[in-house]
């Protein structure tokens, strides 16, 4: 620490400034131990006798005085007395030497109390500018977290934004398909009334045609029924002819050959050592032919047709030939040698097989 005098002293001419040794490598005097002052500095500063004052020459000079920051003036007496030579001024000096010594104690004293109110003065700005300072950094601090938590509301709020628009963007979507959707139930709706118009139409039609059926029906029925009478009064006029009745009987001798044949194929299968030369057709009947004319003239009709109707079934023999195959019956005649002719049957025989 270098301390500047700037105000102009007495130097004699041809001696240079005087430089106090004082450096700060020297203790500053902590343990209160006072040392002599400089050759140099014991006669610095000091003013000179008047008898001398005409011979000196009024020069300016620089004064320089090395310090360190632990120095302390209150704690070393050296380092006050360095100071106070270096502070004081030739005219401050001559005026102190003027004073008496109480009045050069109270001016100390009031310059001390100067100081003191000066250094606690000094002492509470320096606090007040401390804590400024940390609650200027403090500040500084919340203006950059307050400048991040404004930075990231701000994206925040761009995002809110961009799903706003997205929202929208759907709500819009949403009310397009909406108003289709209400557009599509109008012409379903329209659809529906058409289509129950013509349930309706198709209703009355059904209905008339339901009752057309009925006519129908009862219009059919009364053709059966007019047909059945037609059909009955046929067959009752076709039972009357002679035709009918010829053929029935031609229908009851056929029927009677092949179911002779028949028997006599079943018999010959089942007993082969049965000499079917003994058995001749109509034997056996000559009684039946006694009875009256007129009772078999009456049963020949139904009988006859019965005869007809067994005739047309063929009956199937035990050995799984059917007998109205005519093969059958061919190999029997031809493994017998005898021919059944119709001439050979009479109407007797026919009477008594369809009885």
């Avoid at 005739?311 to 030939?321: F, H, K, R, S, Y």
Wanted: aromatic share 4%; net charge negative.
């Amino acid at each position: 620490m270098a301390l500047a005098c700037p105000a102009p002293v007495s130097q004699i001419p041809g001696r240079p400034p005087v430089r106090p040794e004082g450096s700060a490598s020297e203790p500053s005097s902590s343990q209160g131990a006072a040392r002599p002052p400089p050759p140099e500095a014991t006669g610095f500063g000091l003013p000179d006798p008047p008898e001398n004052e005409g011979q000196q020459e009024k020069r300016s000079y620089v004064v320089e005085w090395t310090l360190s920051e632990d120095d302390s003036a209150l704690e070393n007496i050296d380092t006050a007395r360095h100071l106070f030579h270096v502070a004081l001024l030739p005219a401050e000096k001559a005026k102190i030497q003027a004073m008496s010594l109480n009045q050069f104690l109270e001016s100390t004293r009031l310059s001390a109390v100067r100081i003191e109110t000066l250094i606690s003065i000094g002492a509470y700005y320096k606090e007040r500018a401390r804590r400024c300072l940390q609650a200027q950094e403090k500040a500084e601090k919340n203006v950059a977290e307050l400048e991040l938590h404004k930075k990231e509301l701000l994206l925040i709020v761009g995002t809110t934004e961009d799903e706003v628009k997205l929202l929208s963007m759907a709500l819009d979507e949403e009310k397009a398909a909406h108003a289709l959707t209400r557009s599509e139930l109008r012409a379903a709706e329209a659809r529906l009334a058409e289509a129950r118009s013509l349930l309706v139409v198709r209703e009355q039609a059904i209905k008339g045609a339901e009752l057309k059926a009925e006519e129908l029906q009862a219009q059919l029925g009364a053709q059966e029924k007019a047909a059945q009478e037609r059909a009955q009064n046929a067959v009752q006029l076709f039972r009357e002819l002679e035709e009918f009745q010829e053929l029935l009987e031609e229908e009851a001798v056929n029927g009677l050959i092949q179911g002779f044949n028949d028997f006599r194929n079943q018999l010959r299968r089942l007993c082969p050592n049965f000499d079917l030369n003994l058995l001749q057709p109509g034997a056996g009947v000559e009684g039946l032919m006694a009875e009256p004319v007129e009772a078999t003239g009456e049963a020949a009709p139904e009988a006859s047709l019965e005869g007809a109707a067994r005739g047309a079934t063929p009956e199937i023999a035990p050995g799984g030939t059917e007998g109205g195959e005519p093969g059958a019956t061919a190999e029997g005649a031809e493994a017998e040698g005898v021919e059944i002719e119709p001439g050979e049957i009479s109407a007797g025989d026919a009477a008594a097989a369809v009885s």
